[in-house]
């Protein structure tokens, strides 16, 4: 997406290749906006699994006809529905070059092992594990006004409970397992989304020029949770 410097035929990218990033967060915490951003800011394919089951659902497919109570209850897909839809989408952004930004999975364990299996398969590794941090009591808050002007089906107080809770129960442990790869990077989420966008398309621009430089074995995760207090910033 971005001009070429070099010698002829050799090419150098110097703002690095397109980056590859996935997504971890509560539901509420902002995650399509904020994926939504960093595929607009990087040209890079925005892969959405709770839209693209959604538009299944709507169009009435088969997958649709086969997921819509799922979603309704707020209850996770089967795995292998959900993997074979990236795999495809992954294929996708490949050849469309190379860079990604994964939203909605993983979502346990399991789907994040196949991931990193897809990942090695095609090449194509996430360089960067993005935590969305926010409490819950906000965002109860926030699923609720989204309730009363986008009329999710699951977006009713119920399902956000068990959304939330599935979320805590399932998703947050894979949270650690990406520290230890070392592409962990963590952010407050509980701040206005144009200012945790800021902070993302940031950090995320400070490291792709170095992503292909530095091993996986030696890359520390990053925590800018606490950044904001740290430059003067007031809790509200
Ligand atoms: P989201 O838009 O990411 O909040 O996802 C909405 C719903 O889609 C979830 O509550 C699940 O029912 C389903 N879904 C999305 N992504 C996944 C996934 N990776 N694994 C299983 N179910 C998913």
Known sequence: MFPRYGVEGQGVDVRGRDVRVLMIAPPGAGKGTQGALIAAH??????ATGELLRDHVARRTELGRAVQRHLDQGELVPDHIVLDMVRDAMVAAKAAGGGYVLDGVPRNMEQAR????????LGMTADVALHLKADDHELIRRLLARAALEHRSDDTEEVIRRRLALY?????????WYGERGILVSVDAMRPAEQVGREILAALEVMRPLVDLVPESARRAVDLTGLGAAFGERST
């Open 42 to 47: 990087f040209g890079i394919p925005h892969i």
């Open 114 to 121: 196949a991931l990193y299996q897809i990942g090695l398969e």
């Open 168 to 176: 805590h129960e399932v998703t947050a442990p894979i949270v650690s």
